[in-house]
């Protein structure tokens, strides 16, 4: 299993949560996405792009599928590993789950992306103070859906969904940690911070953090 990863990917740090909680040993390959200097990274690099087209991160081969697409390793992962699942067993609750991490994937990360984040300001000349309001106004957005969606169906108040982890929280984890990177005032969602300090407390959350990875600068 190798995950072509980058620590400050959350993509990236989704699918590293998920490999954890699974128990599946994984190699991380790092591909760096800012070069030296803010140079273009290795993403573009002519060996990459051959084997991901798309030039993101993750990408995840297995020696049975070579997959990018985050929303798409997460669910093979969670169909060809099925211990310890992260979807539950009713067809109603996974729906319900998968709307929640469409909320974050869709809605969320699309317009906070470091490609619309270098677009907005070489080519729009968009300031740094612009950006971050850009950025906050996105994710309190849908943290204020998320934190209904949380209060209505986390039964513990540990987990989004349920009484267990599911892909609502390894995309919840990651996204709540840009809002921190970036300044968002996220207080007044106390579900979803509270599901996150739970989740943070697992190890297979905490070994998933940016900072834990081996290409973390």
Known sequence: MKLYDYWRSSAAYRVRIALNVKGIDYESISIPLIGPGGS????????????NPQGR??????????????????EYIEEAYPDTPLLPGSAIARAHVRSFCNLIACDIHPLNNSSVMVYLKKELDVSDEDYVTWYGHWIRRGFRAGETFAKEHSASG???????????DCFLVPQMYNAHRFNVVVDDFPTLNGIVA???????????????????S
């Open 40 to 51: 273009p990274g290795k993403q573009f690099s002519e060996e990459y792009l051959a084997m």
């Open 57 to 74: 991160v993750p990408f995840l081969d297995d020696g049975k599928i070579a997959l990018g697409q985050s929303q798409a390793i997460l």
């Open 158 to 168: 540990e987990f989004v969904f349920g009484d267990s982890v599911t892909l609502a």
């Open 198 to 216: 739970a989740c943070n407390k697992l190890t297979a959350f905490a070994a998933a953090i940016p900072e834990a990875q081996p290409d973390a």
